[in-house]
């Protein structure tokens, strides 16, 4: 079913890239699927080499994990990793229909990355941001062809959750929407078309939840009390299980901007602050197993 307010499907430009541009845990995992769904080249990059090279080994063992798990056959494996490839050079996106940014949740970092894409991609490229709360006007605002940037916000685990909302700023044009709403459909994915208004939906609604539970831990209730007095909520998985999950970097940034835009009633936990910045360098990475690499701060708070 087309989403509510979606332009004619006609307009929607064919996607035979795509560049993802970071080579954090959230970025190796959009990688993968649009690998998967889409079997076209994807390039990644990061300004590091080392990243780089990390995400391209974890997405290859991703292949091979779907190859193990019969998810896929082994030709279609050998096809996957040949389509992968990294870079830390924003050139080796100059023929992508789609680059998407999965980059440091700040405003500045991911106007920057847009504004070095314009130079190497042509004016249909469409420029994503997997942004979880910033404004996609503001990172579009100033841009030669504004009118080619979108909101395509995923959840975690992004090869399991089914959602997509795609954000459409005042500045987005039909065919970049059209085009966005195609690949969503591309990667078997539900797609919601949202305002680019803050956190969107599903984030406004969780960071309420998460700042709520954060504040009865702020004022004394221990983490497992917390978790616990929850499940009668049924929520598929733990509050303090979804905040390692999202990582508490992201849900902190989350806050605050929701804090900044719409007020009080988005708690910035002190707590939730005072593990970010206890923060070891490669909080985001994945560990051997595969899973979101998590400090011992997190389960200590
Ligand atoms: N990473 C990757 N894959 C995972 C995973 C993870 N962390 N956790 C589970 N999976 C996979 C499993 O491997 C399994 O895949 P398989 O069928 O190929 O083996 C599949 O998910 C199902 O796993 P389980 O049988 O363990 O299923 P569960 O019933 O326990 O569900 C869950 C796991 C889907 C993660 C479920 O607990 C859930 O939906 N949790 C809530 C997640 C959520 O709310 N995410 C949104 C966060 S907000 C966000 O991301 C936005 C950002 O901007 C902040």
Redesign the pocket.
């Known amino acids: 079913r087309r989403p509510a307010g979606a332009p004619d499907q006609q307009l929607a430009r064919p996607v035979t890239k795509v560049g993802v541009v970071g080579a954090g845990l959230m970025a190796a995992q959009l990688a993968v699927l649009f690998l998967r769904r889409l079997r076209v080249p994807v390039v990644i990059s990061d300004l590091d080499h080392a990243r780089v090279d990390r995400a391209v080994a974890g997405i290859h063992g991703e292949i091979d994990t779907l190859l193990a798990?019969r998810r896929i056959g082994p030709d279609e494996a050998n096809r996957l990793h040949g389509l992968i490839s990294g870079s830390t050079d924003l050139a080796a996106y100059a023929d992508c229909a789609v680059v998407i940014e999965a980059v440091f949740e700040e405003l500045e970092v991911k106007r920057q990355v847009f504004a070095e894409l314009e130079r190497h991609v042509g004016p249909e490229t469409v420029l994503a941001t997997n942004t979880?709360s910033l404004s996609v006007a503001a990172m579009a605002a100033g841009l030669e062809h504004p009118e080619r940037v979108v909101g395509f916000?995923f959840?975690?685990?992004v090869?399991?959750?089914p959602l997509v909302e795609v954000v459409r700023a005042p500045t987005t044009d039909d065919a970049t929407v059209a085009t966005a709403l195609g690949l969503a459909k591309a990667l078997k994915k539900n797609a919601v078309l949202v305002a680019d208004a803050p956190g969107f939906v599903?984030?406004r609604v969780?960071l309420r939840l998460m700042g709520e539970v954060m504040g009865a831990v702020d004022e004394g209730t221990p983490v497992e009390v917390a978790d616990l007095a929850l499940q009668p909520l049924g929520l598929?998985?733990s509050t303090f299980t979804?905040l390692q999950?999202?990582g508490p970097g992201?849900?902190l940034h989350?806050a605050e901007t929701l804090h900044a835009d719409l007020g009080e009633r988005f708690v910035v936990s002190p707590n939730l602050q005072a593990l970010v910045a206890a923060r070891r360098p490669g909080l985001y990475d994945w560990d051997a197993d595969g899973?979101p690499y998590v400090s011992a701060e997190t389960t200590a708070l």
Do not use: C, E, R
């Open positions: 798990k979880s916000h959840f975690n685990p090869a399991v959750l599903v984030n969780l598929p998985m979804l999950l999202v992201v849900a989350v899973s």
